[in-house]
């Protein structure tokens, strides 16, 4: 079974400072990964992704994560956070190739003081 | 309109009453999804279609009862809920064949449900 723990459920950063949301997943076998961003009163945007190819995945408005093995982690960053960024963020796990579960974690919700 | 919409927005009503969600998909998808959101919970699945197939009932209690006329539109009548059914309903879809699920799964903005 797939599991995906998110590290803070809220995360505080200023204006222009470094973004990192934490995802650790547990998966029984090669995992495929997302992020998803949930604005206010919104459904969830796919982010990026990581689908086995590239470890370090580049997706929509400046964000970034890297898949590492090792650690079992999927860590969303970006260089410099924006008013705009400011949302619920998800971190979610799927089996291999077909299947259609997405197992989500719990989310981060991101503000960004000005 | 573009993407997953669903209506109504916003629905508030008393357990004896019957609503219905709408979701309606215009990606030419094949499968599409209901989940729950509620406060401090993960996003859980409760249905998946495919090709207007139930391919998934993820234990959800029968006062929620799904309708997949086409792979296009996605219904969930709902009927004496109760005050924990409060929450978002998302609807999303995919793309995939009938044996295989492409991965992405893109959601509409939600229905908020409030059972008084």
């Known amino acids: 079974a797939q599991s995906v723990t998110q590290l803070g459920s809220h995360v505080s950063v200023s204006e222009g400072a470094l973004v990192l949301l934490r995802c650790n997943y547990s998966?029984?076998?090669?995992?495929?990964l997302f992020w998803y961003v949930q604005y206010p009163n919104q459904g969830l945007q796919l982010l990026l992704k990581?689908?086995?190819?590239?470890?370090l995945v580049k997706g929509i408005n400046g964000f970034e994560a890297e898949f590492k093995k090792s650690e079992t982690s999927f860590h969303l960053t970006k260089p410099s956070a924006h008013m705009s960024d400011a949302a619920e963020y998800f971190c979610?796990?799927?089996?291999?190739?077909?299947?259609?579960?997405?197992?989500f974690g719990k989310g981060t919700k991101l503000s960004v003081i000005p | 309109e573009t993407g997953v919409t669903q209506t109504p927005r916003h629905l508030v009503m008393g357990m004896t009453n019957k609503k219905s969600l709408k979701c309606e998909q215009h990606?030419?998808?094949?499968?599409m999804y209901w989940y729950k959101q509620s406060a401090k919970k993960p996003l859980e699945l409760m249905f998946v279609?495919?090709?207007?197939?139930?391919?998934e009932n993820n234990s959800v209690p029968s006062r929620f009862s799904p309708e997949c006329p086409n792979s296009s539109h996605l219904f969930l009548h709902l009927h004496t809920l109760q005050p924990e059914d409060s929450a978002l309903y998302l609807c999303?879809?995919?793309?995939?064949?009938?044996?295989?699920?492409?991965?992405?799964?893109?959601f509409g903005p939600g229905t908020r449900l409030t059972v008084t």
């Open positions: 999303a879809s995919s793309q995939g064949t009938r044996t295989r699920f492409y991965r992405e799964q893109y």
């Open positions: 998966s029984s076998v090669p995992p495929y």
């Open positions: 990581y689908t086995s190819a590239a470890t």
């Open positions: 979610a796990v799927t089996r291999g190739a077909g299947s259609y579960q997405l197992t």
């Open positions: 990606l030419g998808h094949n499968a």
């Open positions: 279609y495919n090709f207007k197939e139930q391919t």
